[in-house]
């Protein structure tokens, strides 16, 4: 398999611009996570699907931002308009359901510069 | 609530000697507990995870991590570290049963291992 991916890697936009972040999970897998790093903040959960259904978005920072999950495989999150201070790399995560496994499957994450 | 803590922004150790990266950890009833180590630019990969039986685990690459129920403590160890074991380390925690659902992590510990 050829793990999680996420596209593009590097993203570099101007503030006010809209920002569509990709995601492919591993094939057979329920979960699917997204998260974001920053020196400030560390890694941030902002929100996980399950089965392509939100469960919890608590950590979505506020409504610039959105995330959907139209099938079991591929998943966007989008920030709109974008602000220097979403600067972060984001990363997107899946694992499958059975008790206890847990695993989470990371992707190589996006970096976002927002000028 | 679910917490995880890395005392140590920062652990030195030089090639060949042991290395331990603490974590402790609070939730409610038992623990699914977690090591995931991230390299430079790269996303996070699974190391070793406790989730019952033995409280020695013992994971990828070499390391391994003892539950300490009594200490709620999930330190990750090594017997003889490598310059290549240099990478940021994170400690996950989520309360056990149930099906698959989100992991807190801690900050992370930065080890540096030196030749």
């Known amino acids: 398999d050829a793990g999680v991916i996420q596209s593009p890697r590097h993203e570099v936009t101007e503030m006010g611009q809209e920002v569509t972040l990709r995601c492919k999970p591993i094939?057979?897998?329920?979960?699917l996570f997204w998260y974001r790093q920053t020196m400030m903040r560390g890694l941030e959960l902002l929100i996980y699907?399950?089965?392509?259904?939100?469960?919890?978005d608590s950590g979505m920072p506020e409504d610039r931002f959105s995330a959907k999950m139209p099938n079991a495989s591929f998943s966007t999150l989008k920030i709109q308009p974008s602000e220097p201070r979403d600067s972060a790399v984001y990363f997107c995560?899946?694992?499958?359901?059975?008790?206890?496994?847990?695993?989470?499957?990371f992707g190589p994450g996006t970096r976002l510069t927002v000028l | 609530a679910q917490s995880v803590a890395q005392p140590e922004d920062q652990v030195n150790v030089a090639e060949g000697n042991p290395l331990t990266v603490k974590c402790t950890y609070s939730?409610?009833?038992?623990?699914?507990l977690f090591w995931y180590v991230q390299y430079p630019n790269r996303g996070l990969q699974f190391l070793l995870k406790?989730?019952?039986?033995?409280?020695l685990v013992k994971g990828s690459y070499g390391f391994e991590a003892e539950f300490n129920k009594s200490q709620t403590s999930f330190h990750l160890k090594k017997p003889s570290a490598l310059v290549s074991d240099s990478a940021l380390y994170f400690c996950?925690?989520?309360?056990?049963?149930?099906?698959?659902?989100?992991?807190?992590f801690g900050q992370g510990t930065t080890l540096q291992v030196k030749p």
């Open positions: 995560a899946s694992s499958p359901t059975s008790p206890h496994t847990d695993t989470q499957y």
């Open positions: 094939s057979g897998h329920d979960y």
């Open positions: 699907f399950n089965n392509n259904v939100p469960i919890d």
């Open positions: 939730v409610s009833g038992n623990p699914y």
């Open positions: 406790y989730i019952t039986g033995d409280n």
């Open positions: 996950a925690v989520r309360r056990g049963g149930g099906n698959t659902g989100k992991l807190i």
